[in-house]
């Protein structure tokens, strides 16, 4: 009901990889999807950080003139293995079956290598994160005092915030937006950037865990389709809503 009255929920996918905080020191052998983010009703958003070496500093704001800001780099999937506080939260439902908008692009990645055994996630369950953006290192001031923070609560709101351009080029609601960016992505991959670097072993408290998702071309259980090139994004709607 409420994308049919136009209303995008966009949800993080999770700080605690692909075990979750229900199983943060990976006692289990299977992944444990989380909610609401493995429904099929929302947009999942998961979290990249730039790789250490590839980091451009910069930035003309006040605050990066006496603080290091960093400009640029190339994408990874947010983890505590790589210097993050959370792990993008990725997996597979097992109560909400595979959505047809999304079948391509998780069949190619469940057929492909980087996933776990059978047996360890639902094979034909709604696959998420269904996108990611950058999660790791957000200034914040609390208290007077200026803080980094990490978090698929930072990456959700800001691919909001690009959901609500498209909306204004659209000149009107986008409703759930999932299937139209998957319809996107079809007719040119490159609107969004695909990450391929890094997995979501890890939970925010141990990196012990045998089992989850790795990075691969392609939509994948870390940061879906990629992070949001945002001129081709708006090119890629309006040829396929023809506007």
Known sequence: KVGTNGITLAAS??????????????????????????????LAVGATQFSASSIKTGGSAPFCKSNTCKESGTEIVCSTKTGALIVSGGGFSNVAGRPSYQDKQVSAYVNGPGVPAAGDFNATGRGYPDVAALGHAYYIQLNGEALAVDGTSCSAPVFSGVLGLLAAKKGGKLGHVAPLLYQIYEKDSSSFND?????????????????????????????????PNFPKLAAGMAKVLNL
């Open 195 to 227: 990450v391929t670097v890094g997995d979501n072993f890890c939970t925010e408290s141990s990196c012990d865990c045998k089992t989850g998702f790795k990075a691969t071309t392609g939509w994948d259980a870390t940061t879906g389709l990629g992070t």
């Open 13 to 42: 996918s999770g700080d605690s990889g692909a075990h979750g905080r229900t199983d943060p020191t990976c006692q289990k052998a299977v992944t444990s999807p989380a909610y609401p983010a493995a429904s099929p009703n929302v």
